[in-house]
């Protein structure tokens, strides 16, 4: 789970997490979650063993119902 700490009571989308997002460690967090992501990435698409337990666990999550499939999304 990636956040990025505020004051008390801060939320998103407040002065408080603007102060908050502008710190030096907010923003190596938020390269080292940017960097996992994009290896992670790199991951599913040069490893076909690591795609397919991907795809089994994205199938079996839409099975039980814990996404929408797109295609059930209204536009």
């Given at each position: 789970?990636?956040?990025?700490?505020?004051?008390?009571d801060?939320?998103?989308?407040t002065?408080?997490?603007?102060?908050?997002?502008?710190?030096?460690?907010?923003?190596?967090?938020?390269?080292?979650?940017t960097?996992?992501?994009?290896?992670?990435?790199?991951?599913?698409?040069?490893?076909d063993?690591?795609?397919?337990?991907?795809?089994?666990?994205?199938?079996?999550?839409?099975?039980?119902?814990?996404?929408?499939?797109?295609?059930?999304?209204?536009?």
């Amino acid at each position: 789970m990636y956040s990025i700490p505020t004051r008390p009571d801060g939320g998103n989308h407040t002065v408080d997490f603007t102060y908050s997002a502008q710190t030096k460690p907010a923003h190596e967090d938020g390269m080292n979650v940017t960097k996992a992501l994009a290896l992670t990435g790199l991951r599913v698409l040069t490893d076909d063993a690591f795609f397919a337990e991907v795809k089994a666990a994205f199938e079996a999550d839409e099975e039980i119902g814990n996404r929408p499939h797109a295609r059930d999304v209204e536009q």
